[in-house]
């Protein structure tokens, strides 16, 4: 079975500033993708960025990257200018290539940007 | 294009009573999920449809909770003599299936809000 570990229930960052969020998995499959899931307060969930386990490459999308550090099982997410907009819930999600390709959640991180 | 709604956005129900909860997928999505999110907590998976045939319910916390997706589009989780550890955010989404793409992005609804007194 596997298991997603967001370590941080809470954290806070300064408008403008930078903040990374951790998560640790662990998995047997060899071939799966990642994810990170932004949830506001009372908004569907959106994905905001997704990595492929076969690619050594971090995924980047615009002000959101990742640090992918396969042995390790670590996949952190970094939002750099942090804006207003970003608070909301972060969820790490793991899903297994092939199949159905169902989501493996952590247990969230709660982001607040500071004006 | 419209996303995935869902109906009712919040539901009150008394212990013992049966809900059912509708989703509407995006058209012409194939793949279609159901999601328990208890209040604090990251969305844990209860099913996995394609098209009308439900190929993985392995989430389904016990024999009250039942889903159908008849004709292959609208999907209906069924919830018989509600408890109160069933109170949860139901969420439901679904995902086209492009032959031949790696990977098929799940789109979520808005959830039903359910609460058990």
């Known amino acids: 079975a596997q298991t997603v570990t967001q370590s941080q229930p809470e954290m806070s960052v300064q408008e403008a500033e930078t903040v990374t969020l951790s998560c640790t998995y662990d998995?047997?499959?060899?071939?799966?993708?990642l994810f990170w899931y932004k949830q506001p307060p009372s908004r569907q969930m959106i994905l905001v960025i997704r990595?492929?386990?076969?690619?050594?490459q971090n995924a980047t999308e615009n002000r959101f990257s990742v640090n992918f550090q396969k042995a390790a099982k670590s996949f952190s997410l970094k939002i750099s200018d942090s804006q207003l907009g970003d608070t909301a819930m972060y969820f790490c999600a793991f899903a297994p290539r092939g199949g159905s390709e169902k989501l493996v959640f952590g247990k969230g991180t709660k982001l607040t940007v500071n004006p | 294009g419209a996303g995935v709604s869902q109906s009712p956005r919040y539901k009150v129900a008394k212990r013992g009573q049966d809900v059912a909860l509708r989703c509407d997928p995006i058209s012409g999505h194939v793949s279609l999920f159901w999601y328990q999110q208890a209040l604090g907590q990251g969305p844990e998976f209860l099913t996995y449809f394609q098209n009308e045939a439900q190929l993985d319910k392995s989430g389904l916390p016990s024999d009250r909770f039942f889903a159908e997706r008849p004709e292959g589009s609208v999907s209906t989780l069924k919830i018989q003599r509600t408890q109160q550890e069933d109170s949860a955010v139901y969420l439901c989404?679904?995902?086209?299936?492009?032959?031949?793409?790696?990977?098929?992005?799940?789109?979520f609804g808005p959830g039903t809000r359910l609460t058990v007194t």
């Open positions: 998995t047997s499959e060899s071939n799966y993708y």
């Open positions: 989404a679904s995902s086209l299936d492009l032959p031949n793409r790696d990977y098929h992005e799940q789109y």
């Open positions: 990595q492929e386990a076969y690619k050594q």
